[in-house]
């Protein structure tokens, strides 16, 4: 079982940044692939980024590469995701989740991850 918390939210200027965290709670944290979701109002939740348990395999969606920073501290046990240069499109909540552990890749797809924090709201205005 894996517990997690996201924090680091807000509002911001477009162009601006901001540092999302993700602090998880389980003793197979190291072990854990995670990822970053989105999800705007009225839209599905989708895949921003995502990082295996050895920070070994990263992977973007197109629309936040070059942008965004995903990585880990696994002695923490917390998960970061750097977004520079934020677009009023990137305003959505996002949510931090992890899979059941184990695997050799992230997953890039939403059933692929079984925990999930309750999610933190970035608001990018123009």
């Known amino acids: 079982q894996v517990q997690l918390v996201e924090s680091g939210g807000g509002l911001v200027q477009a162009e601006g940044s901001l540092r999302l965290s993700c602090a998880a709670s389980?003793?197979?944290?190291?072990?854990?692939?995670m990822a970053w979701f989105r999800q705007a109002p009225g839209k599905e939740r989708e895949f921003v980024a995502a990082?295996?348990?050895?920070?070994?395999?990263?992977h973007y969606a197109d629309s936040v590469k070059g942008r965004f920073t995903i990585s880990r501290d696994n002695a923490k046990n917390m998960v970061y995701l750097q977004m520079n240069s934020l677009k009023p499109e990137d305003t959505a909540a996002y949510y931090c989740?992890?899979?059941?552990?184990?695997?050799?890749?992230?997953?890039?797809?939403?059933?692929?991850?079984?925990?999930w924090g309750q999610g933190t709201q970035v608001t990018v205005s123009s």
């Open positions: 990082i295996s348990w050895s920070g070994g395999s990263i």
């Open positions: 989740a992890a899979d059941k552990g184990y695997s050799t890749y992230p997953p890039l797809v939403r059933p692929g991850y079984s925990y």
């Open positions: 389980g003793r197979t944290f190291s072990r854990n692939n």
